[in-house]
């Protein structure tokens, strides 16, 4: 073995090289037997010629090579300038859009249904909304369940205009989401309504129709922030997240007067930059800002309440508001009267406004001097 | 035999007792119909029976015309490649 090791190593390159094209040239034999084989027993049994025709079919189907015709010779969009004629409705469609089109004309398929629906739907509550803006005032009981039913109301018909949205080209006029967008634009579809109590499903108000008394009252109501672009109010809520609070004190001093911040202050307004250091200033004029009725409430119920109002640090907003953590933020407040940012405080009073308003009227009336007429009615 | 006639004998044993040639085989075949060696002789299989005449062909015509022509029309590549495995399989197996 060993010798043969040796002579097989022994063997050059060259050799070793000959041996592999012997190798090589073996394979290779084999291939073409094996293609004679083939030719040769498709000749006998007859299927070798099976692929030629006579040169009249080979012209038919030779390949097309012409402009605006594909190799088959054939006319590439020729049904899709072709235009139908609805039966339904008697329109001229194209072609491509009959079978969606009528679809929808004669009603049937999956998604006009979904359409009707949804139209129905927001119909619906435009029709609501309109008619029940203007008694918003009146039905002060039933605010958050009538807005929460609302909302469930528009979030509903938008799934639904979502679905069908899926549905590439198909633009609704009516759509729920188009005039949601319109609402938030701050009133840059609708004309000034001069009445400040008429919510116009596309306004802001114009504040230079308002006189100063209903100013305030929409101020203590509404955001108030004027828009750059329609010069109007924005109609939203107090805490709507489209303004800052500071873009609300700003418009309130615009409208009403570095003066009034402290009679709005006092009051419910949501903006206490400085508030907190004026409990005392002019609880009269509160008096005219708010309905005398009202006032003759509080004061009964200041009477009445006495006990659990003792402590100033305690306002009534701790027994009454709905959030503890609004209490909390008044204690905290109090001890840095006038120190703290106007956005903190305006947050944090922010939402106070939005709990509880008479808790708001009570407690300015607590730190001023009805505060020590309580104290003694208890003592 | 020859050292070197036995040794090719050798080589060719364990190469079929490896199975490596039917995988070189079929790895040729492959490669000659991918790069259209087996259509173009094909082709000059038609010119020969026509020549000879459709009934009258035999294997051994056709084997006498094809091969030399088959073995000229293998492109380059595909031969270097197949050098490449079987020199592979040399070294691998030469020596033992």
Known sequence: MKMEEMSLSGLDNSKLEAMAHEIYTDLIDDACLGLCFEVHRAVKCGYFLLDETDPESMKDFEIVDQPGVDIFGQVYNQWKNKECVCPNCNRSIAASRFAPHLEKCLGMGRN????????????????????????????????????????????????????????????????????????????????????????????????????????????????????????????????????????????????????????????????????????????????????????????????????????????????????????????????????????????????????????????????APPTPSIYNDIN | MSKEAQMRATINQKLIEMGERERLKELLRAKLIECGWKDQLKAHCKDVIREKGLEHVTVEDLVAEITPKGRALVPDSVKKELLQRIKTFLAQHATL
């Open chain 1, 112 to 367: 006009s249904s979904r359409i009707a629906n949804r139209r129905i739907a927001s119909s619906n509550n435009m029709n609501k909304s309109e008619s029940d803006q203007e008694d918003n005032d009146d039905i002060n009981d039933n605010d958050w369940s009538y807005g929460s039913e609302k909302k469930a109301k528009k979030r509903k018909s938008d799934k639904v205009f979502l679905h069908s949205l899926k549905q590439p080209g198909f633009v609704n006029p009516n759509s729920p989401r188009r005039s949601k967008s319109i609402k938030h634009k701050n009133g840059e579809l609708s004309t000034g309504s001069s009445d400040p109590y008429k919510y116009t499903y596309n306004s802001g108000i114009n504040y230079e129709t308002l006189g100063p008394e209903e100013l305030r009252s929409l101020l203590t109501t509404q955001c108030g922030v004027i828009s750059e672009h329609t010069k109007k109010m924005c109609t939203r809520s107090l805490r709507c997240p489209q303004h800052t609070d500071e873009q609300r004190r700003t418009v309130r001093v615009f409208l009403l007067g570095p003066s009034a911040l402290t009679e709005l202050c006092s009051s419910r307004s949501p903006v206490f930059p400085g508030g907190r250091s004026l409990p005392e200033p002019e609880p009269s004029v509160e008096n005219d800002s708010y309905d005398p009725s009202e006032n003759q409430a509080l004061m009964s119920r200041l009477q009445w309440d006495g006990s659990s109002d003792i402590s100033p640090s305690d306002s009534a907003s701790s027994k009454t508001s709905t959030n503890n953590s609004e209490s909390k933020k008044t204690k905290k407040k109090k001890p840095h009267l006038g120190l703290s940012s106007g956005s903190g405080s305006g947050s944090g009073s922010s939402q106070q406004g939005l709990g509880s308003s008479s808790t708001k009227k009570k407690k300015p009336k607590l730190l």
